[in-house]
């Protein structure tokens, strides 16, 4: 961890993307690559009843249930 981060460990809250997921099986995962830097910035993760992103966007971790906007350069490979 750089001096400038740091880690928080923290009861999840029920609004928590990854909540409903718990229990599931992955049935697939998938990189995001950010097209315009051509690098590897996140993970989907596919379960059976719904997919996540966990992503590493400047140096933030974002973790979301939702679509990513087609204009971001991401795809999933």
């Known amino acids: 961890m750089?001096?400038?981060?740091?880690?928080?460990?923290?009861?999840?809250?029920?609004?928590?993307?990854?909540?409903?997921?718990l229990g599931q099986s992955i049935r697939a995962v998938w990189?995001?690559?950010?097209?315009?830097?051509?690098?590897?910035?996140?993970?989907?993760?596919?379960?059976?009843?719904?997919?996540v992103r966990v992503l590493n966007l400047a140096d933030e971790l974002v973790i979301t249930d939702r679509a990513l906007p087609d204009e971001t350069g991401l795809s999933s490979r």
């Open 2 to 21: 750089d001096e400038c981060g740091r880690v928080v460990v923290a009861p999840v809250p029920r609004a928590f993307p990854m909540s409903g997921f």
């Open 31 to 51: 990189h995001i690559v950010d097209r315009h830097l051509d690098a590897e910035i996140g993970l989907l993760l596919e379960f059976d009843h719904g997919r």
